[in-house]
């Protein structure tokens, strides 16, 4: 009888045991599961970078409405008479991302709080709110009646909230905007991929302006698309077609840009590699037209992208044979990555020596650390323990 329920403990004991070890060990185990709301959150580095992205720099004051506007789409504060007149004041990015920090903090992400009190979300959820009220104002109810809180209340379900959300506050002066569209398929790509890039591993290279009108280089097939672990996608799944125009949003150091591009209806927003674009990377350099030029989709110069104008402050980025791949900035915000005729282009304007340096190579920063392994080791003799035990 003692020698049964002595037995019996050692049994229950270690199936206790064995328990305890096998949800230990699984990932889930490590993953908070406390609930958080609008209350709970600044905006991340992340949410900083999305918003640099698409707003693009400006170095000069431009008009944006009926207010000036510079940096990166902060009120130029530089005269008291709005609208001032384009390109009479200028910014440095240092100061232009200081002033669109303070602003988000000051303003914008107390308008998201206020609008979602009490509402539960994760930190891309309210990264891709406070977007929407930079880009918008946020005014009285833009954020609560958006189709993105209605998912989050539980009114919408995900395709639903994409559907409305896709033409949200997509129209300027009476007008829809392509790019306000797009910028809301980004949003709600941020906002229901749970996850944002290590901003540690995605460095934006300040040295380009964005957003950029893009074409492919390559004249045919289809381009690798990889999600935010640059993890590539299988090419029957998702790709970019090389007649596809997309919007460079982000290039980084780490060789890889976030673009988006069509699909179907609606758009995608993914990371592909620089050189499909640029394939012929030099290092960046400023160049001042000084004549009106057109610019060309590609480097055979077959079809017409575009024109430079005499007074633009272009971007130097590639150079193959005697064509020269620029960034050029658009009259009504924005710019393209188009070809020019490199006879337009003066020698001397070239900086010495061109050496690429666009293409980092990239390293792998999601191994475990060792530590994790020793433990989850130890774990495991312990489980072989209480099995033997039985
Ligand atoms: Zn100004």
New binding site residues.
């Given amino acids: 009888m003692t020698k049964i329920r002595k037995s019996f403990l050692t049994k229950a004991v270690s199936l206790l045991l064995i328990l305890v070890m096998m949800i230990s060990i699984m990932p889930f185990a490590e993953i908070s599961v406390s609930a958080k709301t609008s209350a709970d959150f600044s905006i991340s580095d992340n949410g900083i970078a999305f918003i640099c992205a698409r707003e693009g720099f400006h170095s000069?004051?431009y008009k944006d409405n009926t207010q000036?506007s510079?940096g990166y789409g902060t009120k130029?504060?530089?005269?008291s008479v709005q609208?001032?007149?384009s390109g009479?004041?200028s910014i440095t990015r240092e100061r232009a991302l200081a002033e669109m920090k303070s602003q988000v903090d000051s303003t914008y992400s107390p308008r998201v709080r206020c609008q979602t009190t009490g509402i539960t979300m994760n930190q891309t959820q309210f990264d891709a709110l406070v977007s929407l009220c930079y880009n918008t104002g946020g005014g009285t109810t833009i954020i609560s009646n958006s189709p993105l809180v209605k998912y989050l209340r539980g009114s919408y379900s995900e395709s639903q909230a994409r559907t409305a959300y896709s033409c949200y506050y997509v129209k300027s002066g009476g007008t829809t905007l392509q790019g306000l569209i797009n910028r809301r398929n980004a949003e709600a790509d941020l906002f229901f991929s749970g996850s944002s890039p290590d901003p540690v591993d995605f460095e934006i290279d300040t040295r380009y302006p964005t957003p950029i009108t893009a074409y492919p280089a390559a004249n045919s097939g289809k381009i690798t698309v990889y999600n935010n672990s640059l993890t590539a996608y299988s090419q029957s799944t998702r790709f970019i077609a090389w007649d596809d125009k997309c919007t460079i949003n982000a290039i980084y150091t780490n060789g890889y840009c976030n673009v988006t591009y069509p699909s179907g209806n609606s758009t995608h927003t993914e990371f592909v590699k620089t050189s499909d674009f640029i394939p012929n990377g030099v290092t960046p350099y400023s160049w001042h037209s000084n004549e009106n030029k057109n610019t060309f989709i590609r480097s055979d110069l077959n079809s017409l992208f575009g024109s430079i104008s005499s007074s633009d402050y272009c971007t130097i980025v590639g150079k193959n044979g005697n064509t020269i791949q620029i960034i050029y900035p658009l009259d009504a915000g924005g710019f393209k990555l188009g070809w020019v005729d490199a006879t337009v282009v003066p020698a001397s304007d070239f900086p010495t020596p061109m050496i690429d340096t666009l293409h980092h190579p990239v390293t792998s920063t999601h191994t475990l650390p060792s530590i994790r392994w020793a433990t989850l080791m130890v774990k495991c003799f312990l489980m072989i323990d209480a099995l033997l035990l039985l």
Avoid: A, V
Wanted: hydrophobic share 10%; glycine share 8%.
């Fill in positions: 000069n004051c000036s510079i130029c504060t530089g005269s609208p001032h007149t009479s004041h």
